[in-house]
């Protein structure tokens, strides 16, 4: 038995509150667990140089841990050190993955994903509660008829990490479980099981490649409330 009472293909606690910030254009805030990412979207009339004139538009992210989010105070970001461009480049990734970009026309949606509370996961929280802002933000595009129906998003997208403790796989790491970890996942999937990313890493031996279908295996049932989740918050938002 974990630490907080969960079986090890449990998922930890989900809360999902949609509108959090009152004058994006969309957006969320997302808890798993102790775990806390406001997620904000916004819309900008304009497209990186590289997509002027090609009739496509642009999704993507930052991702900054706040202060006191952690157990001591951490420095702020003035410039955007490794870890967090290496995240937020791969949540950018995962939006783009299930967005029609012709669709939404020659404009840039961004996403901010600010960590208020960390324990963990931080990476998938904000994945996860990313989509949701996006999904609104489409929404709030439609609704002012500047796209057209359906919403420029071909599917869902969310996170998870598993790791390898003690010979046993566990599903979305806490902070001191993440530390005890031999191996390292973080796995991104659309709804329909297909992978946008894997990510995994030893901090030890070599770990063997049948490992990797267990550890798919277990991301795909654990992300099952998360996309449920998504779902009937996008659904309640949309009255």
């Not at 907080?4 to 957006?27: K, M």
């Not at 869902?156 to 031999?182: C, H, K, N, P």
């Amino acid at each position: 038995m974990r630490s907080d009472g969960r079986a090890n293909n449990e998922i930890r606690p989900l809360n999902l509150q949609p509108g959090y910030q009152a004058f994006a254009e969309g957006s969320a805030l997302m808890e798993m667990g102790m775990t806390r990412v406001i997620c904000a979207a916004s819309v900008e009339e304009r497209v990186p140089p590289f997509l002027r004139g090609a009739g496509t538009g642009w999704v993507t992210a930052e991702y900054a841990m706040l202060p006191r989010s952690t157990l001591t105070r951490t420095r702020r970001e003035t410039t955007v050190r490794g870890r967090s461009a290496e995240i937020q480049r791969l949540v950018g990734r995962s939006l783009r993955a299930i967005t029609d970009r012709t669709a939404l026309g020659e404009r840039t949606i961004q996403v901010d994903c600010d960590v208020l509370q960390a324990d963990g996961g931080t990476r998938t929280t904000a994945i996860n509660g990313a989509y949701v802002a996006l999904n609104l933000a489409c929404r709030t595009l439609i609704n002012g008829g500047v796209i057209s129906q359906p919403p420029p998003l071909t599917g869902q997208v969310a996170a998870v990490s598993v790791g390898l403790i003690e010979g046993e796989l566990l599903l979305d790491l806490t902070y001191a479980e993440d530390q005890e970890a031999q191996v390292d996942f973080t796995v991104v999937m659309t709804s329909q099981g297909e992978i946008v990313e894997v990510h995994g890493a030893t901090e030890g031996a070599p770990f063997p490649q049948d490992l990797l279908p267990q550890v798919l295996t277990l991301a795909q049932q654990g992300l099952q409330p998360v996309f449920k989740m998504q779902r009937e918050t996008v659904a309640q938002s949309a009255g």
